[in-house]
C-alpha cells in the first residue's frame, strides 16, 4: 500500500524534472501491470487522478489519461502476442498457462459465449469488469483471433478503462481537501472492487 501511494504522488509532481520521472513511471507500472496482473494499475491511475484534480492541472490530467490507456494497450497486445506464441507452441508458454491459471473454467466459458454473441463490444466490457480481462482474453486466443482484430477491439477498451479510473480519481479528489486523503480513498476502493470477484466465487463455492 505504501509503495502504491509513493507511486501516485509522484506521478504528478510540481515541477517538469519530476514530471520526466513521474510519468515514465506510471506508463511503466500500468504497462507490467498488464503483463503481470498483480500490481493495480487502477489504484494507481485513480490516485494520480486525485494528485491532478487537487493542483488543478488540466494538462496532467489530459498526459495521465493518454499515458495510462497507451500503456494498458501495449501491455494487452504483448501479452495477446505472447499468448499467440504459446498456442503455436508444441510446448506452450508460461505466459500461456498464467493466462490459463487467471482464466476460471466458469468464466472462461461465459466468455466465450458473451464473445460469441458480442464480438469486438465484449473487449471493452472485459477492461471495465474486475478479472474480466483475461478470461476474454483467452477467449479471443482460443477463437484464434488474429493480433490485428484483438487490437483494434483494445483499443477502445483501454480508453474506456482510463477514462473510469481516472474519473474515479476526480471524483475522489473532489471528496476530500487533503490529497493524501482521497489517495488513500480511491486505492482502497479499487481494491475493494478488484478483490470482489475473487471472494464471491469462494462464497459460491463454499455454499451446500
Not at 505504501?2 to 504522488?9: E, G, K, S, T
Not at 474515479?168 to 478488484?194: K, M, Q, R
Request: proline content about 7%; aromatic content about 8%.
Amino acid at each position: 500500500m505504501r509503495q502504491v501511494l509513493a507511486a501516485a504522488v509522484t506521478t504528478v509532481p510540481p515541477d517538469s524534472t519530476q514530471q520526466a520521472v513521474g510519468y515514465p513511471t506510471l506508463f511503466l507500472l500500468v504497462l507490467i501491470g498488464a503483463l503481470v496482473p498483480v500490481v493495480p494499475t487502477g489504484a494507481l491511475v485513480s490516485s494520480a487522478a486525485v494528485v491532478a484534480f487537487h493542483r488543478a492541472a488540466p494538462f496532467s490530467m489530459a498526459l495521465i489519461f493518454v499515458v495510462a490507456a497507451l500503456a494498458a494497450f501495449l501491455g494487452d497486445v504483448t501479452l495477446y502476442w505472447l499468448g499467440r506464441r504459446g498456442m503455436g507452441s508444441k510446448n506452450g508458454s508460461r505466459w500461456l498457462a498464467a493466462i490459463r491459471d487467471r482464466a476460471p473454467e466458469d468464466r472462461l466459458a461465459q466468455a466465450q459465449q458473451k464473445l460469441a454473441d458480442h464480438d469486438v463490444a465484449v473487449l471493452v466490457l472485459s477492461r471495465l469488469v474486475p478479472a474480466g480481462r483475461l478470461p476474454v482474453m483467452l477467449a479471443c486466443l482460443l477463437a484464434k483471433w488474429p493480433l490485428r482484430r484483438f487490437a483494434r477491439g483494445d483499443v477502445p477498451a483501454c480508453l474506456a478503462w482510463a477514462a473510469t479510473y481516472q474519473l474515479i480519481g476526480v471524483l475522489g479528489g473532489s471528496l476530500f481537501a487533503e490529497p493524501w486523503e482521497g489517495v488513500v480513498a480511491v486505492v482502497a476502493l479499487t481494491l475493494v472492487i478488484s478483490a470482489a470477484p475473487g471472494v464471491w466465487r469462494r462464497m459460491r463455492r463454499s455454499t451446500p
